[in-house]
């Protein structure tokens, strides 16, 4: 089982808006850094463009859980992160979807967390929703 997280930054626009587009930069390297420290070593962290990341987890057990790590990284990113003299508050929304289960294709299986992503911004950001709430799938072990 492989599960992909789909991570937009929640309030993202109004940093490099106030604060320019170097702090904007620079909260995306510490944005990377923290995911960086939250994930296992086998984990890939991605960049896709603007402020949208996705984390690849492979090898998952029946027993793991990518809810519990979609929840640690939304509760690691709602930390102020300190640029310069600036405490920069920012949350992050993401969707999680899980392969076999939610898709067979790798741009199914992004697209249908990126769907589940737009669903936890609508739901009031700074949380996680999954394209499937099968339990298999490992989204019904924390609620969102």
Known sequence: MVALLFIDLDRFKPVNDQYGHATGDALLRQVAQRLEHSLREEDTIARLGGDEFVVVLPDLEQTDSPAVVAQKIV?????????????????????????????????????????????????GRGNWRCASHDTTAGCEDVPA
């Open 75 to 123: 509760s690691v990113l709602s930390q102020p992160f300190k640029i310069d003299d600036n405490l920069i508050d920012i949350s992050c929304s993401i969707g999680i979807s899980v392969f076999p289960e939610d898709a067979s294709t790798a741009e199914a299986l992004i697209a249908r967390a990126d769907a589940a992503m737009y669903q936890a911004k609508q739901a």
